[in-house]
DNA sequence: CGTTCAGTTGAGGCGGATCAACGGACGTGG
DNA sequence: CCACGTCCGTTGATCCGCCTCAACTGAACG
């Protein structure tokens, strides 16, 4: 059904490394205690290529995934067999938390770009948290954050206009980058407009137009995937774009001739 | 802005009850072992009356709640002041959860009919989880759950039309109340339009319509908040409105419902 | 050099929002 | 008790934002 091909689970162990609690704690953003920066547990680090499948949906659960570099997306399937983008994980996020409840994954997890994964065993992992209660509250408010991550999708779908969600997304891209210590002014985006629009709720073609029309506004420079954001706070604060008429006088103009011309003039340029 | 008269959260403590750990975990569907059924911890009861405030955005987190009685509404408000309704707790639902991230609430809570809730303070919580493993995974699995169900809000706002949102709407509302052990046939909607609308990201009138709409398709019958459901089938498997122009015959409706009930997949998501 | 997929752009239509009017349920106070 | 205001729900008319369909360009790759 999914054109792209898409290789089958298995991974690529080149470059097999491990790391320690402490290095897993830091990725997470979680704050590490004597105590746990001196365990020695290690945690196995697994390549993917491009298009390869970390896991499936309905696949036994063991394991939740820390990025450590690269891009990936997560998928979910509804009952109707819509697909999803749930999420665009990458450095030091956390995947495979949907898989605990009925012990196997209720949504995909596919790489974007070549990526380093570590694997943490779920039961190693709250085990860890019994003698660590720190980290154990750690682990508690990782998921509760992915919950208010998930909430705020909830509210963004909900309730803003398409410019408005492109806008965050390219807001929400800029923060995570600067984060990493990358630059959040100009970055490359990972993923297609089409999974963009997924993520978003908007087809392809919107996602395309919005991206040129910020362009033209001058609130980022787009090229391809390549983004260049010039003015943060517009976008920060942006909720609907301002009527066409402020963007493009040619284009205005040309419509309006052609409605007078019609004759029968369209409902909208009748009332303006 | 909200017009409705919120009493400020205060509890009333009438009818003051306290419940054990088993009652608790069977509320919240969590199997118990012998151990657990034994231990004699005690969570107290809270009653609220119908627009009571449970607790608010910001509002420093200390418990959990579990439903025992009635029903409740969780809302988030985003950055531009859009309020957004996330869920419709009821008996045997946790909600509270998206305070354990950052010690403060996330969303406010407020109880739509008189309600029984019961407080569980979340390091009692966990620290009951040392003591029984099983206690600690289940409650790692309510978490799960909370996520998997918001995913799939994601997924039904970024996909479904307006009926077909409010088919699983009511769908789900079913589902619930047979759960519970009441009718999943005939029930009372404890909300309004406008909470619906919210809560499915629609306006008042679109759900309004869409409910007199299956009304007159016979899917199920309305009168206010009172339901009936007389085609679950249909509502189940339905994704989108035949053609107004072939509703307003209601035999070629009746034909076209049955047409989506036998499973033939209308072209439009077919092919994604 | 063809093939395929990503991205852009245009034209047009539809689904749902918006604006508006109305009836009914409910509570409140005369 | 009824008069009144308020909120809830329904329904109609209109508008417009985004989807759909379509054509075209360029990039990546064998």
Redesign the interface.
Known sequence: MDPRPITDTGWQRTGKLWSSLKEVCDLLRIPVTAAVADHDTLFQHVQFKAGQRIHTIGQPFDVLYVVNSGFLKTV?I?V?????I?SFPMKGDLFG?????GRRY??EAVALTNCDVILVPFKKF?ALG?AHPEL??AI?????????R???????????SAEARVARFLVNLSERFSELGYSGKQFNLRMTRHEIG?Y??LTLETVSRTLSAFNEMGLISVDQRAIDIKDFNALKTL?RLPPSRTRDKQKLAKAAAAAAAAGAAPQQFAAA
Not at 97 to 101: E, L, S
Request: charged share 25%.
């Open positions: 979910m509804d109707f067999g819509n697909e999803q749930l938390v949907d898989g605990i409840h209720e949504s709250t019994k154990e509250a508690y408010g990782v998921m509760s954050r992915e919950l208010i998930e909430q705020s999708m909830v509210t963004m779908l909900g309730s803003l997924s978003l709720g909720r």
